[in-house]
């Protein structure tokens, strides 16, 4: 069975840029949450969705939007990308959602904003 | 707010046995989850604990009290590949998870 796929794995933007990510979660899972890693540092929450809906929002801006298609895929969009925005982005899929499910990870796009 | 406080880094020897601690602040709390991440990996779900006590997996186990708002990972028979960050990870009442700042574990041989 294919695990948590997300396209692309590397990507490299100018400040200013859109840029969307893609995320396929585990056949049967509901649940796609997002979150962005910086290097040293746990993984923040962006959104969750379930059922198409979305569940749970982070601290984010506005700039920062995702949606959940009905074959359970998702995008996540972020416009005017900053230097800051330079991260891991990793998408996780569970069954349901809360943590007693066990998210499972894919393995990530890495963005760098220039 | 949310805030989990655990350690950034602990060493240890092959065959030992290490814990990793942490403490959470947060409102409407469901339960702590722990993650292990290999450099350049993605995190991999190890437990979930959402009432008091031990809950065991192999060599894995981890420790939930509620009343004291913490909890930890116990690693018995530390092997080398055991090397990576680990997180701990509060669920709260709006089903989001959220992950301390991870500890990095170094077993040396």
């Known amino acids: 069975d294919a695990g948590v796929t997300q396209s692309p794995t590397h990507l490299i933007k100018t400040r200013g840029q859109h840029v969307t990510l893609r995320c396929s979660p585990i056949?049967?899972?509901?649940?796609v949450s997002w979150y962005q890693q910086v290097l040293g540092q746990g993984p923040q929450f962006i959104f969750q969705?379930?059922?198409?809906?979305?569940?749970g929002r982070g601290n984010f801006p506005d700039r920062f939007s995702a949606r959940q298609f009905p074959n359970y895929s998702s995008e996540l969009n972020v416009n005017a990308l900053l230097l800051g925005d330079s991260a891991l982005y990793l998408c996780?899929?569970?069954?349901?959602?809360?943590?007693?499910?066990?998210?499972?990870f894919g393995s990530g796009t890495r963005l760098t904003v220039v | 707010g949310q805030s989990l406080e655990q350690p950034s880094e602990v060493t240890a020897v092959e065959g030992a046995i290490v814990q990793i601690n942490c403490t959470y602040q947060?409102?409407?709390?469901?339960?702590l989850s722990w993650y292990q991440q290999h450099d350049g990996g993605a995190p991999t779900f190890l437990s979930y604990?959402?009432?008091?006590g031990l809950e065991e997996t192999g060599r894995f186990s981890s420790f939930l009290s509620r009343s004291d708002s913490y909890g930890y990972l116990l690693l018995q028979e530390l092997q080398m590949k055991d090397s990576a960050s680990y997180f701990c990870?509060?669920?709260?009442?709006?089903?989001?998870?959220?992950f301390g700042g991870g500890t990095r574990l170094m077993v040396k041989p």
């Open positions: 947060t409102s409407g709390f469901y339960g």
């Open positions: 996780a899929s569970s069954l349901g959602y809360g943590g007693n499910y066990g998210y499972t």
């Open positions: 990870a509060v669920t709260n009442a709006g089903n989001m998870l959220t």
């Open positions: 056949s049967g899972h509901k649940s």
């Open positions: 969705y379930y059922e198409k809906e979305e569940r």
């Open positions: 604990n959402a009432l008091d």
